[in-house]
């Protein structure tokens, strides 16, 4: 039995892809390892999102050799789409897969057998046309269910359209079976997954459903006790998306609205779909009616042509704003953007301070939010990571809070009343059983 290890570099689009990917190696016969393990095959599943993929990529082959040195190692990802030759040129890869022919390695590769060069099989990306269904098992309290792919904006900054193609999706019919088979393993949470999946809907390149029906056919789905939405961009989230959620028992009131910048110039510049007035007109309808909704805001700093004026526009905007916490990324230049080539480049020295006042900016939110939420009572969803004798998990508006460890709340859900916040940040909560004598 050969033995196949699985590294993952970036999202959770990618995290549920591999996942799929080793499910296909099982279903061959193939031994799933982990890395250390001695594997005869590696496969390592790239971003190019991440700072110095490069580099990354190039020490987990090394590390790959030293653990198996005549093991095979595939690499795949947005980074094997972006840059097939560099990589092939990587030593000790055997082969490079693009987004095209990522799904199709045994297809592609045949028995792993090693050869003199590197085989580049890396098409165009305007060849990833199709929708490959994708959900992660890791663990068995959540699951990142793939329901969208590829971006048909072209935001000033991001490569994921070069490296990720189209938006295209799975049917709604096809997310339920998904979802359905999901159900049957225990799993009690989904998080939806996509690049951009408040464009759901996009079959060969033509619209036939909506991500509005696709949530209210989910809410239906019997065994799964919570649904996330990930991340969905602020103008596609509707009024319709947002009310169903109020009204919904197991849509959870946790959004993540990328934001990018604060100041309407950049977010031109930037090339977005919005202002930030309506930006704040749908932090406004989803806390009047889930005032205790969590909501995180991803945030670029450093984007060409910010100003500290402009700057202080985002900063001002998400002090005031009544949101949860952010998700703070510094800009740098990546190859075949627009924003590569723009004047009004932001010396990395302000980029860097700029992103660490964002960051306390972040922490002082999320500790207001928990504080907010202090003496209320949620349902939690245990997972299995202990920690000096306490365990962890996510009330519905992700709130992470800390309890003692007992082996009988693992992936159960739990209601319980928010005590204090403790040094590691998260919430203790009193004993679940003391909450249940009260209710
Ligand atoms: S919406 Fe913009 S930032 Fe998001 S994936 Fe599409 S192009 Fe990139």
């Not at 408040?198 to 209210?216: H, M, P, S």
């Not at 930037?270 to 704040?280: A, I, N, S, V, W």
């Amino acid at each position: 039995m050969k033995k196949v290890a699985f590294y993952t570099l970036g999202c959770k689009l990618n995290f549920s892809e591999t996942s799929t990917i080793s499910r296909q190696f099982e279903e061959k016969g193939f031994l799933k390892v982990d890395f250390q393990e001695n594997p005869d095959i590696f496969i390592i599943n790239t971003c190019s999102v991440t700072e110095n993929a490069d580099k990354k990529c190039k020490k987990i082959v090394k590390e790959a050799k030293k653990i198996s040195p005549d093991s095979y190692v595939a690499i795949i990802g947005c980074y094997a789409q972006l840059k097939p030759t560099e990589i092939s040129e990587i030593e000790g890869v055997d082969a490079v897969l693009g987004a095209a022919e990522k799904f199709r390695l045994h297809e592609l590769l045949g028995d792993f057998a090693k050869e003199q060069e590197a085989k580049v099989l890396a098409s165009e990306i305007t060849e990833a046309r199709t929708f490959n269904n994708a959900y992660s098992i890791n663990d068995r309290t959540r699951t990142f269910l793939k329901v969208q792919d590829g971006c048909n904006y072209g935001c000033a900054f991001c490569t994921i359209p070069l490296a990720r193609g189209k938006s295209r999706s799975n049917t709604i019919e096809s997310v339920l079976a998904s979802a359905r088979e999901i159900a049957a393993t225990d799993v009690k949470e989904i998080v939806l997954t996509g690049v951009n999946i408040g464009d759901f809907g996009i079959v060969d390149g033509k619209r036939n459903e909506r991500f509005a029906d696709l949530v209210y056919a989910l809410d239906e789905v019997e065994g799964i006790d919570r649904f996330r939405i990930s991340s969905i961009e602020p103008n596609l989230l509707t009024n319709e998306i947002i009310e169903f959620t109020a009204t919904s028992k197991r849509f959870v009131p946790h959004f993540h609205i990328p934001l990018q910048s604060g100041s309407n110039t950049i977010l031109r510049k930037m090339g977005r779909r919005y202002l930030r007035e309506l930006y704040e007109d749908r932090v406004s309808k989803i806390k009047t009616l889930m005032p205790q909704a969590c909501i995180g805001v991803d945030v670029i700093v450093g984007f060409p042509g910010e100003t500290d004026e402009l700057f202080l526009e985002t900063y001002n905007f998400l002090n005031e704003l009544n949101i949860s916490y952010l998700h703070v990324f510094t800009y740098s230049e990546r190859a075949n953007t627009r924003a590569a080539e723009m004047d009004g480049v932001v010396p990395m020295k302000k980029r860097n301070e700029r992103s660490k006042m964002l960051r306390i900016l972040s922490e002082k939110k999320r500790r207001k939010f928990y504080e907010e939420n202090l003496g209320k009572t949620f349902t939690v969803l245990f997972e299995e990571d202990v920690e000096n004798g306490k365990m962890h998990g996510f009330t519905e508006n992700y709130i992470r809070v800390a309890a003692k460890y007992d082996p009988m709340l693992i992936n159960e859900l739990k209601v319980v009343q928010l005590d204090q916040i403790n040094e590691a940040g998260n919430v203790e909560v009193l004993e679940p059983e003391m909450v249940y004598e009260r209710h």
